[in-house]
């Protein structure tokens, strides 16, 4: 079992920058692919940036490519997504997930673990 702790969210003006972490429990973190998603209201979460368990290969969804990035630190236990150049279609509740079979998928289907959200919010 792994438990998922995001945070680093808040309020932003349009063109600046968050960062957000997501810290877990358990021994085998550093064996899970990592993903971010997130979910505007009225809308399907959607996928945003993963990372595999050896950090070696991530991805990211098309409306954040090139403006974010996530990595991750398996001595502590978290894995990090820097979002720069925000915009106001980027607020949404962020949450973070783990695959136990390492990958980084783009589906949320393959997630086996959820944190609880951490909410964006950027003015324009």
């Known amino acids: 079992q792994v438990q998922l702790v995001a945070s680093g969210g808040g309020l932003a003006q349009a063109g600046g920058s968050l960062r957000l972490s997501c810290a877990a429990s358990g021994r085998t973190f550093s064996s899970y692919g990592m993903g971010w998603f997130r979910q505007a209201p009225g809308k399907e979460r959607e996928f945003v940036a993963a990372?595999?368990?050896?950090?070696?290969?991530?991805d990211y969804g098309d409306s954040v490519k090139g403006r974010f990035t996530i990595s991750r630190d398996n001595a502590k236990n978290t894995v990090y997504l820097q979002m720069n150049s925000l915009k106001p279609e980027d607020t949404g509740v962020y949450y973070c997930?783990?695959?136990?079979?390492?990958?980084?998928?783009?589906?949320?289907?393959?997630?086996?673990?959820w944190g609880q959200g951490t909410q964006v919010t950027v003015s324009s």
């Open positions: 997930a783990a695959d136990r079979e390492g990958w980084s998928s783009r589906a949320r289907t393959e997630y086996d673990y």
């Open positions: 990372i595999s368990w050896t950090g070696g290969t991530t």
